[in-house]
């Protein structure tokens, strides 16, 4: 599985919806209960998932699925 | 000088026609001139000073972290502008009521004034240039703003004067692209410009002011009259406030649309809102929007691993803060505290409440929305009594007479200060709220809604409204205060 498809994964366990299909684009806006609160769940179920810790910066400045995929990459990138 | 003034009467056409006829490259020279003459003509020569030095601060701070590399560096940088900011904040609006608590603290451990107890002084427009100032330096830090290298457009960005005394709290990349745009007359924005202006004024000076009336009398005098008068009064004032300051935001909205420049909407028919959540999605959006981005979203984030537990103390601090940002007393401070409780429990609730509303077939239907919609309305506005009431004391004495509700009946004579005739202007004007506002939307979007002779007939009738009903005298703004 790539780490977008694992990515998809979460969001559907994590919103309960297996209908999710996760683009690059994807907001919270497309996102049926994406909200702040619910948004908490999701970036601490993707930490554990990937054993990674975002930075108080980079939590703050994603825009999109986009942002958040490449720097889960750029993370898991520079582990191996 | 207000927007309800002769003076702004005067004002706005003076500057317009300056504008129009300066070429482009000055442009920024005419509105940031005629935004300090506007600013200065509060007569508080020191709030021109604290303005020019928030100016001179952020616009060298936003310079400065963006020629730095390195992270620790930016971020350094990052909290010494803010730092400055807040002081300057503090400074001018909470220094009174720190030294008088602290006052009575010292007195009550050493039986005699240790501190002196610094004077109040006005400070109209510094909390919302001071946030906006807040908000510009993060996003320079957080990089998804290029830090403005002209200081004329920073200077304007911060002092634009149909924002500067009330908002809405401008991001920079919203606004500054906006201010450097060529100037070219566009018919459109004229008429919805100066629609949208109207309008605001016809809810500030025809409904609010005459709401005051009420709400003045009887939270002016609250031991003097029964649970009935506060219940009225308290909703009177709920519809008052809201007519105040989006009346307020409609001319601001107006004034800034005849330059081609459109400012935030802050307001999206608030108390139609199901949840408290909700309410702050559509009320002062601007400063809601910069509570969430700048200060729960932080806190939220950095105690992420306490689940739900951390979105609740998150809460709970960022709306005590808005409470205080609001006014240095108690009453802002639980009124804020009451909105972050509401919000809170809602959290903690809300598995709860999804498994009720599936048992008891609610979801979806009518009935429920409308149940959601009066709650939602009654929370907040319980809520505006400690926002309105003059001291704690009165807030609890109004509480003390509404549970359990004093009887007695309506003081209808002393309540309607306002007199009978007014408060028939006032009822009439409000239906006519009502009865319009669907088209006066549809009217601001688009100048063909109507047909020619009954957009124009409305439109002057409506002036002739204002004219004839209009309360003049009056030239407090709520917001203003804070």
């Given at each position: 599985m790539t780490t977008f498809e694992r990515l998809n994964e979460i969001f559907r366990e994590v919103f309960d919806d297996d209908t999710i299909e996760l683009k690059p684009e994807t907001t919270a806006n497309d996102v049926d209960g994406w909200d702040s609160l619910s948004h908490v769940n999701l970036i601490l179920a993707i930490e554990t998932k990937f054993a990674i810790t975002f930075s108080q910066k980079e939590l703050l400045t994603f825009r999109n699925v986009g942002d958040l995929y490449k720097s889960i990459e750029k993370k898991l990138e520079s582990r191996k | 000088m207000f927007f309800n003034s002769?003076?702004?009467?005067?004002?706005?056409?003076?500057?317009?026609?300056?504008?129009?006829?300066?070429?482009?490259?000055?442009?920024?020279?005419?509105?940031?001139?005629?935004?300090?003459?506007?600013?200065?003509?509060?007569m508080q020569p020191y709030l021109l000073l604290v303005l020019f030095g928030v100016m001179l601060i952020t616009y060298m701070f936003g310079k400065l972290i963006a020629t730095r590399s390195e992270e620790k560096e930016k971020k350094r940088l990052f909290w010494i502008g803010a730092g400055i900011n807040l002081a300057i904040l503090v400074g001018m609006k909470y220094l009174p009521f720190i030294t008088e608590n602290l006052d009575l603290l010292l007195k009550a451990i050493f039986g005699k004034a240790v501190i002196p107890v610094s004077p109040l002084i006005v400070s109209i427009g510094v909390s919302f240039y001071v946030f906006q100032a807040i908000s510009y330096l993060s996003d320079v830090y957080l990089e998804i703003q290029e830090p403005e290298r002209h200081f004329g457009y920073f200077a304007l960005y911060i002092s634009f004067f149909p924002k500067i005394l009330q908002g809405p709290i401008e991001?920079?990349?919203?606004?500054?692209?906006?201010?450097?745009?060529?100037?070219e007359f566009n018919y459109d924005n004229m008429r919805s410009g100066l629609l949208l202006f109207t309008w605001g004024l016809f809810k500030k000076v025809v409904i609010a002011d005459r709401l005051a009336?009420?709400?003045?009398?009887?939270?002016?005098?609250?031991?003097?009259?029964?649970?009935?008068?506060?219940?009225?009064?308290?909703?009177?004032?709920?519809?008052?406030?809201?007519?105040?300051?989006?009346?307020?935001?409609?001319?601001?909205?107006g004034t800034a649309r005849l330059f081609n420049i459109n400012l935030t909407d802050n307001f999206n028919r608030p108390y139609l809102a199901t949840s408290v959540a909700e309410f702050w999605r559509r009320w002062h959006i601007s400063f809601s929007s910069w509570l969430q981005d700048y200060l729960f979203k932080p806190l939220q984030m950095r105690m992420r691993n306490w689940k739900s537990w951390g979105s609740v103390i998150a809460l709970l601090i960022t709306f005590f803060i808005s409470g205080l940002w609001h006014g240095a007393a108690w009453t802002f401070a639980i009124w804020g505290l009451l909105h972050g409780l509401y919000m809170a429990v809602a959290v903690l609730y809300k598995p709860l409440q999804k498994k009720l509303y599936k048992k008891l077939k609610l979801n979806g239907t009518k009935i429920l929305k409308l149940w959601k919609i009066f709650m939602t309305f009654n929370l907040v506005s319980f809520a505006w009594i400690f926002f309105r009431a003059e001291s704690l004391r009165d807030s609890m004495l109004i509480l003390k007479k509404l549970f359990p509700l004093d009887p007695g009946k309506v003081d209808i004579v002393n309540l309607y200060e306002l007199g009978r005739f007014e408060t028939l202007i006032l009822l009439i004007s409000l239906l006519v709220f009502i009865v319009c506002i669907k088209s006066l939307n549809k009217l601001l979007k688009s100048g063909t809604?109507?047909?020619?002779?009954?957009?124009?007939?409305?439109?002057?009738?409506?002036?002739?409204?204002i004219l004839l009903l209009g309360n003049f005298g009056y030239s407090d703004y709520i917001y203003m205060g804070f």
């Open positions: - | 002769i003076e702004y009467f005067l004002f706005l056409p003076a500057i317009y026609l300056i504008f129009y006829f300066t070429p482009d490259r000055f442009r920024w020279i005419v509105l940031l001139s005629g935004s300090i003459f506007f600013y200065a003509s509060l991001r920079a990349n919203t606004l500054l692209p906006q201010l450097k745009k060529p100037y009336v009420i709400v003045n009398t009887v939270y002016g005098n609250v031991n003097a009259f029964t649970g009935l008068s506060l219940i009225i009064a308290t909703y009177a004032y709920a519809i008052q406030i809201y007519m105040d300051f989006s009346g307020y935001t409609d001319m601001a909205l809604y109507w047909r020619f002779g009954i957009r124009y007939s409305f439109y002057l009738l409506l002036l002739i409204y």
